[in-house]
């Protein structure tokens, strides 16, 4: 199942790729597609972790999984700091949109200094259903309502996988990950929807 995750025409051997990994089981799945893709294809890889700092010593935990474990299979890592309560005070948004702009722009200023053309996220089935009722929610009414899009630059192969599809295959394949326990927190509009 991993190495049909990722489509042959989103990838070549020219590409200098750039993927989000947080340690939590989407991304990690998402990791190890990439790593046996990679075998097959040869571009270059590179994790990102950003650390927004919101969770204490579970935050710093997850960056160490991923760290240890980009280690171990010899594979470029950058760990970004990102100060998300400041942020979210000087242009007064709320906590998530500021951990989305301050991830987004870490990642924008990795690709722009590596010459990384791709980046790779690990949203889901499940994220697609959220974005598209918080937008709603929001006021963008029906028509306005509009889901996680997919670009040349920014690549989402798990959006056709539910949450539940993604943890079998890490079960299948034995893929290590941690869990977020903010993902359960209801005071996240988010994790309400």
Known sequence: MLEHL??????SKDDR???GVSGGADSMVLLWALLDKQKQVGFYLKVVNVNHHLRGEEGDSDTKFVKDFC???K???EIVD??????KVDKKLTLEESARIARYDAFAKIMKADKLNKLFLAHHKNDQVETILMHIFRGSGVSGASGIKQSDYVVRPLLNLDKNEILKIASEHGVKFVTDSSNADNTFSRNYV
């Not at 990102?82 to 942020?87: G, P």
Request: with cysteine; net charge negative.
């Open 17 to 19: 790729i750039a993927v």
């Open 75 to 77: 594979i470029p890592c």
């Open 6 to 11: 990722i489509e042959d025409s989103v990838i």
């Open 71 to 73: 280690e171990k299979k």
């Open 82 to 87: 990102v100060d998300v309560k400041t942020l």
